[in-house]
Nanobody
Framework: QVQLVESGGGLVQPGGSLRLSCAAS????????MGWYRQAPGKERELAAV???????NYADSTKGRFTISRDNVKNTVYLQMNSLKPEDTAVYYC???????????????WGRGTLVTVSS
């Protein structure tokens, strides 16, 4: 069974930094896009950043210039470096991966359980 396991969340003061990690484990054929989404209390889940297998990135306007997404294709891991954090960045951050389980499978969307990031003084 394939799983995405996130780590790195926690409490940080405004202006601080955190680095999130998400590793895919289990048996699968390949991973395409990987990304981070976030859901603040009472709000819809939204894209924070996404990265393709080739390393192209896309960011939400709210995270551009402060967050950096990267990946290690050997370790099947995606990272989110978050700098200059603001209280409005407080949310549960979810990892997502587009996974092909077998060579003949279509791509499926897999989600992690989420990690809480709280930005507060």
């Amino acid at each position: 069974q394939v799983q995405l396991v996130e780590s790195g969340g926690g409490l940080v003061q405004p202006g601080g930094s955190l680095r999130l990690s998400c590793a895919a484990s289990g048996s699968f054929f390949s991973i395409n896009d990987m990304g981070w989404y976030r859901q603040a209390p009472g709000k819809e889940r939204e894209l924070a950043a996404v990265i393709t297998i080739g390393g192209s990135t896309n960011y939400a306007d709210s995270t551009k210039g402060r967050f950096t997404i990267s990946r290690d294709n050997v370790k099947n891991t995606v990272y989110l470096q978050m700098n200059s954090l603001k209280p409005e960045d407080t949310a549960v951050y979810y990892c997502n991966a587009q996974i092909r389980h077998y060579w003949y499978s279509s791509l499926g969307s897999l989600w992690g359980r989420g990690t809480l990031v709280t930005v507060s003084s």
